[in-house]
């Protein structure tokens, strides 16, 4: 089984679709990697050498923007400054409550308590 910036690739399913499981890339910027890599829409994990894999990890790799543990890192960095900062934001994220404008009266009410580290 494949490894692509930390990320298996299954080999029975659709190239395509797996490389798209890769945080920080979607199913359409996968396909552009596949193809520029010289897989069809067709490919499977299976079909990929050790020389394509490398192939499209290094093109993986090329794109401006943070893919896999840099982007998670980036964005939990984000996060923990805005706890840290004690931003409206920021204490939404530290009580496990809905960020963004959401509706709690009705929804919400299960989410899970994230706890997270502030020191």
């Given at each position: 089984m494949?490894?692509?910036?930390?990320?298996?690739?299954?080999e029975?399913?659709?190239?395509?679709?797996?490389?798209?499981?890769?945080?920080?890339?979607?199913?359409?910027?996968?396909?552009i990697?596949?193809?520029?890599?010289?897989?069809?829409?067709?490919?499977?994990?299976?079909?990929?050498?050790?020389?394509?894999?490398?192939?499209?990890?290094?093109?993986?790799?090329?794109?401006?923007?943070?893919?896999?543990?840099?982007?998670?890192?980036?964005?939990?960095?984000?996060?923990r400054?805005?706890?840290?900062?004690?931003?409206y934001?920021?204490?939404?994220?530290?009580?496990?409550?809905?960020v963004?404008?959401?509706?709690t009266?009705?929804?919400?009410?299960?989410?899970?308590?994230?706890k997270?580290?502030?020191?």
């Amino acid at each position: 089984m494949p490894f692509i910036i930390g990320t298996s690739i299954p080999e029975d399913k659709v190239l395509v679709q797996s490389v798209a499981h890769i945080y920080g890339l979607g199913l359409s910027q996968s396909k552009i990697l596949c193809k520029k890599a010289g897989f069809g829409s067709d490919s499977r994990g299976s079909h990929i050498t050790f020389s394509k894999g490398k192939n499209l990890e290094n093109l993986a790799e090329a794109t401006p923007l943070p893919l896999g543990a840099d982007l998670r890192r980036f964005t939990n960095d984000k996060i923990r400054r805005l706890c840290v900062l004690s931003t409206y934001r920021g204490l939404r994220h530290r009580k496990g409550l809905p960020v963004r404008g959401q509706r709690t009266h009705t929804n919400g009410k299960k989410r899970p308590l994230l706890k997270l580290n502030v020191n």
